[in-house]
């Protein structure tokens, strides 16, 4: 019997990422496959498996570990010292401190600027009847938010935005490359003012750490605040152009969220389309075994977020999208060690923005059909590169 032929990883992990999951979870738990750039890799589809994996301290985050010589973005070192690269105990240190930027009480007390942020928005749309609502709100929201966080004046937030799109869909390899120097130079400029100047935002705190009590290195420091940065803005606003999408394509959906967005809504809308399609690759340590199947050291392990979101074992009625979702413990911001420190920033900015949204235009519509919604060509992170909506009914209202 001949060797099993790998799963490719296609168009369709783009077009139908939901409809290929399934398909995969009915053969099996845990497949070889083949990611577009011809990297072999394990890609794991089952809740259980996924969420054990997650927490699993043999499958590490640490490019040294891959044996295939793994180089991802191939950041700088100033930029690679970052929570996604590190293991415990690291990880463990470094997280400790940039966590001090997150705690609950920290988030709540950005909630009224949230909110102020989402009705600047809000009011330089109103008049307009169509709109595309990524560049117009998706994104300036969550880059507004995390500059505020980190003390970006508003004159530097345009650039920011550009740098940060031509990394996530560079038309060119030197599009990239020329947009993570300038990101990378940013950071520095940004460092050194805050150094000269500190306030009161979480990089001021981040320096003073660094240079206070010399619990973070350099490139730690650099690295901290290119992910908080980075990873800030775009899952957010992914997260809330796929929630708008999921929720303007089911009007019983909807008009449940008109009634009032909760935090299992916000839960239930990153169940359904999560933005990281695949959690960070893994490389094992040591041979380990999962769903059955023995994964050799070294090589690359993919876990598949919205696979197992939709694991029928793990969620009733799966393509269903319930706001009322009472057991939804998804794995969008991730499962031990690694779980996802803005979580709570991000849960409150989709509450704010997507509920400011419906309540100021009650008859927003998608302006083209479901299937004509163009997705950015990405299998790892699933987003829209435009979110075309009316804002008025057929009869030109515009509020109730």
Request: hydrophobic content about 40%; glycine content about 8%.
């Amino acid at each position: 019997m001949g060797a099993v032929r790998p799963v490719e990883i296609d168009g369709e992990f783009v077009t139908a990422p939901r409809a290929t999951y399934a398909r995969l979870r009915e053969q099996g738990p845990v497949h070889r496959a083949l990611a577009p750039d011809g990297t072999r890799v394990w890609l794991v589809t089952r809740y259980e498996h996924v969420r054990q994996a997650l927490a699993d301290p043999r499958l590490s985050l640490d490019k040294a570990h891959s044996s295939g010589g793994y180089k991802g973005f191939s950041l700088p070192p100033a930029l690679d010292a970052n929570l996604l690269n590190m293991d415990p105990p690291a990880h463990t240190r470094l997280r400790r401190v940039v966590a001090k930027g997150f705690t609950p009480r920290q988030v709540e007390r950005l909630r009224p600027r949230v909110q102020d942020i989402a009705d600047e928005l809000l009011d330089a749309l109103d008049g307009r009847d169509e709109v595309d609502l990524l560049p117009a709100y998706c994104a300036p929201l969550p880059i507004n938010v995390i500059c505020d966080l980190l003390g970006v004046d508003a004159a530097d937030r345009r650039d920011f935005r550009s740098w940060t799109d031509g990394l996530l869909a560079p038309d060119t390899p030197q599009q990239a490359r020329d947009a993570l120097s300038s990101l990378y130079r940013f950071i520095l400029d940004l460092i050194a003012a805050r150094r000269a100047a500190p306030g009161e935002d979480m990089l001021s705190t981040l320096v003073r750490l660094r240079d206070g009590e010399d619990r973070l290195s350099e490139n730690e420091l650099t690295s901290a605040a290119f992910l908080v940065l980075f990873a800030g803005y775009e899952n957010t606003m992914n997260l809330l152009g796929n929630g708008l999408v999921a929720l303007l394509t089911r009007p019983d959906a909807l008009a449940r969220a008109r009634a009032g967005l909760t935090p299992a809504a916000v839960d239930e809308l990153l169940r359904f389309d999560p933005p990281p399609q695949l959690a960070i690759r893994r490389f094992p340590v040591a041979d380990v075994e999962l769903g059955g199947v023995t994964i050799p050291a070294g090589e690359t392990v993919m876990l598949s977020l919205v696979s197992a979101h939709h694991d029928p074992d793990r969620f009733p009625d799966p393509e269903r999208l319930d706001l009322d979702r009472a057991d939804n413990p998804h794995l969008g911001f991730g499962h031990g060690p690694h779980y996802c420190l803005g979580a709570s920033l991000a849960r409150m900015e989709v509450e704010v923005g997507v509920g400011a949204l419906l309540r100021r235009f009650p008859h927003l519509a998608l302006a083209v059909a479901e299937d004509d919604l163009h997705w950015r060509n990405s299998f790892r992170n699933r987003g829209l590169r435009t979110l075309p909506v009316t804002l008025r009914a057929a009869d030109g209202r515009r509020r109730d």
